[in-house]
């Protein structure tokens, strides 16, 4: 008889199709926070109007600014915002932007409870994998307060308790997990999206195409996660062709949104693949965007696995949620990525062959590797995966 679990986030609510600024003053006042520290990115504050609109519609209650954060998420990012929020005193965190902002605002809260005032205080909270392939999940303390989110992009991370940064002399983006990690709400506003670059806007939307795929072939499959992943496939594929096709669309950005929150729902309850942990270190090693590393691994892993029955039946059933008939998950997963304009294979975004050992390297100790559907035993297997997505 099948068994299984599925753990509910600390998420209060989310919300959308409700303008940003007028959403984020309720979410604040039902809350009970007066004293309100945005966490965001440089373009985003100083060349939209997105952040002083925002800043506006709370009022007074705005106490600082952290809007240095960088792509992957760098650790020293973390203890420079965390350092800049104790030094306000704030009563909440808004997170305004991409994974890189969600992920640094879940690390600070990190650095927050557990007291980090330096880089290397961060070397006992991260999740590690011993040789054996179990996960040892460090029992961190409750952070002081909480984070909202106005997510920019499709990544997906304002919708689980893992955060991801980068260890820079490792090469190794770590994941740090708590039950309160997760943004309190969540307020989807395709409004303020209209900034994001179509680029990164698409190629965020193949990482959450990324997301549900890897929910639906995943060795522990669940049912909660299957039916969300499954309607995850059918928004993303239709909605995304038309975000490049008329980007003002604020109807079909949303459904985009709504795509990547139902893709989410697998994050930590169920056990991913390998696109999404070589992801992890190709984008350490590298500097490419998860975006990126999930258009070029995701059909190279999914061609990796489908020799498996199980994980083949499974394909299937992701072809036919993207509207193919013949079971061909690949070419599904390709098409759609062409048609987006984005690269499939790692030789389009330059990457040089040269770096797939320390790429492997750094693979070989990722929680979602060691869960692969096909078991990855060797660095050998994980340079394969690399060469055949070249």
């Not at 909480?146 to 992009?153: C, F, G, N």
């Not at 990690?181 to 990164?200: K, S, Y």
Request: glycine content about 10%; aromatic content about 4%; overall charge neutral.
């Amino acid at each position: 008889m099948d068994s299984g679990w599925y753990q509910y986030i600390a998420q209060d609510r989310v919300v959308w199709g409700v303008p940003a600024g007028e959403a984020v003053r309720a979410e604040v006042e039902r809350l009970g926070a007066e004293r309100v520290f945005i966490i965001t990115g440089r373009t985003l504050n100083r060349k939209t109007a997105v952040i002083a609109g925002i800043s506006e519609a709370l009022g007074g209650s705005v106490v600082g600014v952290f809007d240095d954060c960088r792509e992957h998420t760098p650790r020293q990012t973390v203890i420079e915002a965390a350092a800049a929020i104790r030094r306000a005193g704030p009563d909440l965190i808004l997170s305004v932007g991409g994974g890189t902002v969600i992920d640094t605002a879940k690390v600070v809260l990190v650095a927050l409870a557990e007291n980090v005032v330096d880089v290397a205080g961060l070397d006992r909270c991260h999740i590690t994998v011993e040789a054996s392939g179990e996960r040892r999940i460090p029992d961190l303390r409750a952070p002081p307060i909480r984070q909202i989110a106005v997510p920019t992009t499709l990544s997906g991370a304002e919708f689980s308790c893992l955060g991801g940064a980068v260890d820079e002399r490792r090469h190794v983006k770590d994941g740090y997990h708590g039950a309160a990690l997760c943004p309190a709400t969540v307020i989807m506003d395709p409004a303020v999206t209209l900034p994001t670059p179509e680029r990164l806007w698409l190629s965020t939307g193949i990482r959450a195409l990324d997301h549900a795929v890897e929910s639906i072939c995943s060795r522990s499959p669940a049912p909660l996660v299957d039916a969300c992943a499954l309607h995850a496939l059918s928004l993303l594929s239709e909605a995304l062709p038309r975000n490049r096709r008329a980007p003002e669309d604020l109807d079909a950005r949303l459904r985009a949104q709504q795509g990547a929150w139902l893709a989410s729902q697998g994050i930590l309850r169920v056990d991913y693949g390998a696109s999404h942990g070589i992801g992890h270190s190709l984008g350490a090693v590298t500097g490419l965007s998860h975006g990126y590393t999930s258009c070029v691994l995701l059909p190279a892993v999914l061609r990796w696995n489908r020799g498996q029955g199980e994980n083949r039946a499974r394909q299937k059933r992701v072809a036919a949620s993207m509207g193919r008939t013949d079971g061909d998950a690949v070419s599904a997963v390709e098409t759609l990525i062409k048609d987006l304009g984005l690269p499939v294979r790692l030789r389009e975004l330059e990457v040089d062959p040269g770096c797939f050992e320390s790429v492997a390297e750094g693979a070989m100790g990722n929680i979602w590797v060691n869960t692969n559907p096909r078991p990855i035993r060797t660095r050998e297997d994980i340079v394969a995966i690399l060469n055949a997505a070249y």
